[in-house]
């Protein structure tokens, strides 16, 4: 099955700063690449997603990229702000009906 | 539309009991889902759904039932409560699945389980 690997665990970056978190993944099937944010005691939100048909996308100050070859996937926050600290998680999927594998997890801390 | 929805939202259980985790959402999506995320984790897929009547297995089923009698309700069984089955469970829903466009998933508030 899917194995999804985030790095880092922990980034602390400061406020205005850009700030880049890496997913990697095994199967080469995969064709959706969502991003969640969580803050403490919520649910995950989506925040970003791709497909495999497009290299980039944008959404004002959060893109994500995805190089197939390489199978793997990178979420960019720039001019971050103190809103940004939460954990955000990547995830895959194929195109079957299962669900989203999840990475562990990145602790976004923003210093003022 | 109030979305996707579970109750309840928090629930201490002892070993051995059993006990119904409940998740409905309004949006008449197909695909729904049961994920549990551990301390410090991802989250992991316990069951999925197609649709009524229809489920299947994900990467951690052991120890959990499910149902799909409705498209909009996906009730959560746990049977013989275990220490283990400490942890969040969250439903989610979308409407179709895979690399689809409409294949979102949207997730319910969770469910704050701990099995003493």
């Known amino acids: 099955g899917e194995n999804v690997e985030q790095h880092p665990s922990t980034l602390s970056v400061q406020e205005g700063d850009s700030a880049v978190i890496k997913c990697t993944y095994s199967?080469?099937?995969?064709?959706?690449f969502p991003w969640y944010k969580q803050e403490l005691g919520k649910r995950p939100q989506l925040i970003i997603d791709i497909r495999s048909n497009v290299g980039e996308k944008k959404d004002q100050r959060i893109a994500v990229t995805l190089n197939k070859t390489a199978k793997h996937f990178s979420l960019h926050i720039t001019e971050t702000q103190p809103e940004d600290s939460a954990v955000y998680f990547c995830?895959?999927?194929?195109?079957?009906?299962?669900?989203?594998?999840f990475g562990k997890g990145t602790h976004l801390i923003i210093q003022p | 539309n109030a979305g996707v929805t579970q109750t309840p939202k928090f629930r201490i259980l002892k070993i051995g009991q059993s006990m119904t985790l409940q998740c409905t959402q309004d949006m008449n999506h197909n695909y729904m889902y049961w994920y549990r995320q551990d301390p410090g984790m991802g989250l992991k897929l316990i069951y999925y759904s197609v649709g009524a009547g229809i489920t299947d297995k994900g990467e951690v089923p052991n120890g959990y039932n499910v149902s799909r009698s409705t498209t909009e309700d996906f009730p959560l069984r746990l049977e013989l409560a275990a220490p283990s089955q400490t942890s969040v469970y969250f439903c989610?829903?979308?409407?179709?699945?895979?690399?689809?466009?409409?294949?979102?998933?949207?997730f319910g508030p969770g469910t704050r389980l701990t099995v003493l």
């Open positions: 989610a829903s979308s409407y179709l699945s895979g690399g689809r466009a409409g294949n979102e998933q949207f």
């Open positions: 199967d080469s099937a995969s064709n959706y």
């Open positions: 995830a895959a999927t194929g195109g079957g009906a299962d669900g989203l594998t």
